[in-house]
């Protein structure tokens, strides 16, 4: 009933750019935590950066400085800005958000189906 669904992957040159978006769709009373993890081949999934709905963002340190994160809370919707990409930023990457169906239900966290980021020359 509560759908992710990501777009913007793609293959980058060391040194590009790229933006993710992620849209909750379905039904969904309100949404609290939305953020990006990544998994490379081989290697953990890990968090990348994450945003409240009304506080302050969290990015992994590999990322800061190069990557931002922001949301559109009217569209459900999460983007993921990454300026200066490099070869180690290579992996799918996975959206998510901490969905409330209804009022008074517990917030379940809901995943996208990922979308490949690809760095390389």
């Known amino acids: 009933q509560v759908q992710l669904v990501e777009s913007g992957g793609g293959l980058v040159q060391p040194g590009g750019s790229l933006r993710l978006s992620c849209a909750a769709s379905g039904s969904i009373f309100s949404i609290t935590t939305m953020g990006w993890y990544r998994q490379a081949p081989g290697k953990e999934r890990e968090l990348v950066a994450t945003?409240?709905?009304?506080?302050?963002?969290n990015y992994a340190d590999s990322v800061k400085g190069r990557f931002t994160i922001s949301r559109d809370n009217a569209k459900n919707t999460v983007y993921l800005q990454m300026n200066s990409l490099k070869p180690e930023d290579t992996a799918v990457y996975y959206c998510?958000?901490?969905?409330?169906?209804?009022?008074?239900?517990?917030?379940?966290?809901?995943w996208g189906q990922g979308t490949q980021v690809t760095v390389s020359s």
């Open positions: 945003i409240p709905s009304g506080g302050s963002t």
């Open positions: 998510h958000a901490i969905i409330r169906q209804r009022l008074g239900n517990v917030p379940t966290r809901y």
